[in-house]
Structure formats: C-alpha cells, structure tokens
C-alpha cells in the first residue's frame, strides 16, 4: 500500500494523464500526493546563452516561475477537487538535470511510489531528445509508474500521401 505517491507536473498532456492516474492510484489506496514542478532555468541558460541575455533572461526565468506556480496550483486544484490530499512545490533549479531533482526530491518527500507521465518516445527521437522519465526509472529508489501520453492516431486508410518518387499504389503496398 502507497502512502505517498511523487507525482512530477509540466501542464503537458503526458504529465496530465500521469496526474489523473496518480490522483486515481491515491485515492485507490489512501495516499497523499506530492507534486513538484521544476523550472528549468538550466535549458534556458543554455538556449539564449548568458552572454548579452540581462534583462530579457531574467523576464523568461519569472515568467517561468510565474508558470510553473499556474501548473502547480492546477495540479493541487485537481487533486483536491477528487479529494485527495495534495502538497506540492516549485523548484528553480540551474546545476542538475530534470531527473536528478525528481528523485531527490522524491526521496526528501519520503515518497514510495513515482508516478511520471511521459511521451513514450523510442528510437533516434528518444535518443536525440533523451528521457527524463526513463533517467528517474534508472535512479529512483522506489516503484516508478510511467504512464504513456496519447499515441496520435495514425493517418486514416486512403490518406496516406506516397512517398516521394512512388505512385499510391506502391506507397501502399
């Protein structure tokens, strides 16, 4: 039986549908939920570069923040209107990769179950994109639920264009 259940938030599609099923699992088994929301100030950095950023920089990075505190409250929001008890935090963090605050957090929490929505990428995607949900499965000291976002629907039969340089005909085949 879970008693605390570590559930990361993004607002994104992926971390909803893990929320819904977190929320879902707590009050299944009695559980409190701890949500957290990490800003990413590190990809920020990284993207804009420090040099000749000033200002501008620090606008993105409350801007963020004041984001991330709307995707929490949200959460919180949810959690609470199906009567599960909730606590969460929003983090600024600049020195560690996304994952790694999840499972220290995580663990500060106490938590003994993770539940972490993700886009089920695989392949190149997957490899040029890398995987926070599978980096915390790899250093998570306790059970970790992925829960899969929604596969797109393939295109309907008949839809399909060719490939370049092929007719439908061989395209289909």
Known sequence: MFKNIFVPVDGSAAANKGLREAIRLAKEQGATLTLLHVVEEGLTYRSMGIDGAGIFLDEVLRALVRSGRIILARALSAANRAGVKARGEVIEDISEPVADV????????????????????????????GSDAEAVVRKS?????????????????????????????????
């Open 102 to 129: 999840i499972v220290r957090e995580a663990r500060k929490a106490k938590a003994d179950l993770i539940v972490i929505g993700t886009h089920g990428r695989r392949g190149i995607t997957r490899l040029v994109m």
């Open 141 to 173: 000291p306790v059970p970790v639920v992925l829960v899969r976002a929604e596969a797109k629907a393939p295109p309907a039969k008949g839809s399909q264009r060719p490939a370049k340089g092929r007719s439908p005909a061989m395209a289909r085949a």
